[in-house]
């Protein structure tokens, strides 16, 4: 099983940049494809980024691609989200995710079984 914790959320201003972090405690880190979300005030939770367990493929949501940068280190059993020229708009609490279920899409909460407690990251303009 794979336990993880989110952190490196914050305060910025628009056009900063940030990285989270995401810490898998367990044994099997290096089995699970990972994902982030987020769920701004009032909306639903939505997906962000995801990376397959080998780190071989990504996948990110349209309102990120070009500015949102995700990677892995399973020896370090770590995810990390580069987070670039962030907007007033990504203000939210940011999930980290893991899923060991195959056939599922990344971009599908439904896919991960895991979830972490959240970090929020405000970005003021």
């Known amino acids: 099983q794979v336990q993880p914790v989110e952190s490196g959320g914050g305060l910025v201003q628009a056009g900063d940049s940030l990285r989270l972090s995401c810490v898998g405690s367990?044994?099997?880190?290096?089995?699970?494809?990972m994902g982030w979300f987020r769920q701004a005030p009032g909306q639903e939770r939505e997906f962000v980024a995801a990376?397959?367990?080998?780190?071989?493929?990504?996948y990110y949501a349209d309102a990120v691609k070009g500015r949102f940068t995700v990677s892995r280190n399973n020896a370090k059993n770590t995810m990390w989200l580069q987070m670039n020229t962030l907007k007033p708009e990504d203000t939210a609490v940011y999930y980290c995710?893991?899923?060991?279920?195959?056939?599922?899409?990344?971009?599908?909460?439904?896919?991960?079984?895991?979830w972490g407690p959240g970090t929020q990251v405000t970005v003021s303009s």
């Open positions: 995710a893991a899923s060991r279920v195959s056939g599922l899409r990344p971009q599908s909460a439904d896919a991960y079984e895991e």
């Open positions: 367990g044994r099997s880190f290096s089995t699970y494809g």
């Open positions: 990376i397959s367990w080998t780190g071989g493929s990504t």
